[in-house]
């Protein structure tokens, strides 16, 4: 049993010195940007190589971990303190990340429109090939190439779309216990779907796809398990391999486009459970007047759809 406590209570000790630790690894970062920006300056000295091998392995590192909590800790107590803060914290959020969504739904626009011109240079004018030259330039690519990369369109959807579908009410969800309870359970059990379930999980997908990012990016090869001086040791041999297999002989070789994706998907979902948590523990406080409070929603004029949302 004093084993047990023992275990607690150094794990309990661990979990706040980390906390202490990263405002010293947040304030060493912003003061010594060239220790992890370097690289984007010309890549050519072994220094300039160990600043991107810093940036893989913190990118996904216990002590990134912990500064973005603490971020969010001291945030979740400005809004505490605050409501005229936390309201315009959310409000601020809700706008950014509905607006990338909404500027992201165009890509099935653009989707639907390229399809029908592949369909018409290739079934009517018998276009092997495509060539776009804006100022001068000229960007030539197979058709076969245009058909694939309308994967990506339908990526960013996916992606860049999921925390303004989350705003809107748009996601579904499990209402058999939800939809009986009153206002506070309610909010009660949207805070903690936001901390037990969505972060674990964005958390979960990031250590996954960073480095599944930078295999397709850098060679050699990085890994999770390699400790930061072991990294540091491949400096001299680092070099840039973009990834640019396609599935076909002219496809689209540009699938690296989706791993960036999956990164931007976990930052926005991630930010929007932050939001999320912040405005389920304002309206909590200030009672069931307050639900959709400053809630940016779309009006979609056409009365059965909106009453579909409403459902969802």
């Known amino acids: 049993m004093l084993d047990i406590f023992a275990a607690i209570g ?53 002590e990134f971990l912990f500064v973005v909590l603490t971020v969010f800790a001291l945030l979740t ?20 990340l509905n607006w990338l969504g909404r500027i992201a739904a165009w890509a099935g626009l653009l989707m639907v429109l ?26 030539t690519r197979d058709l076969s190439w245009y058909s694939e990369e309308l994967k990506l369109y ?8 999921v925390a303004w579908t989350f705003i809107q ?19 009660a059990i949207d805070m903690a779907g936001a901390i037990v379930f969505m972060m674990p999980a964005l958390v979960l997908i990031w250590l996954y796809s960073w480095f599944f990012f930078w295999r397709s990016m850098i060679t050699p090869a990085t890994s999770a398990s390699d400790p930061l001086d072991r990294m540091l040791m491949k400096a001299r041999a680092v070099r840039w391999n973009v990834e640019t297999i396609s599935f076909s002989p002219n496809g689209f070789d540009a699938y ?24 389920s523990w304002l309206e909590l406080r200030e009672g069931e007047m307050s639900a959709g409070r400053f809630l940016d929603r779309d009006v979609l004029g056409d009365e059965t759809a909106e009453r579909a949302a409403e459902i969802h």
């Not at 499990?174 to 009986?180: G, K, M, T």
């Open 169 to 187: 009410g748009g996601h579904v969800r499990v209402d058999l216990v939800y939809s009986a309870v009153g206002h506070r359970a309610k909010r």
């Open 77 to 96: 107590i400005g809004v505490g303190l605050s409501r005229g803060f936390g309201w315009s914290l959310v409000r601020g959020s809700e706008f950014a």
């Open 154 to 161: 339908n990526a960013m959807i996916v992606c860049l779309c």
């Open 256 to 279: 690296f486009l989706f791993k960036v994706l999956i990164l931007a998907f976990v930052v926005t979902a991630f930010a929007q459970a932050c939001v999320f948590f912040w405005r």
């Open 10 to 62: 150094s794990g309990i000790a661990w979990i706040a010195s980390q906390f202490v630790l990263a405002f010293y690894n947040l304030g060493y970062a912003i003061t010594h940007p060239a220790s992890w920006l370097a690289w984007t300056r010309a890549f050519e000295t072994p220094e300039d190589k160990e600043s991107l091998l810093r940036v893989v392995y913190y990118g996904a590192s216990v």
């Open 114 to 139: 390229q399809q029908v011109m592949i369909v018409f240079l290739q079934r009517i004018f018998r276009v092997s090939e495509i060539s776009i030259g804006p100022l001068g330039t000229s960007f």
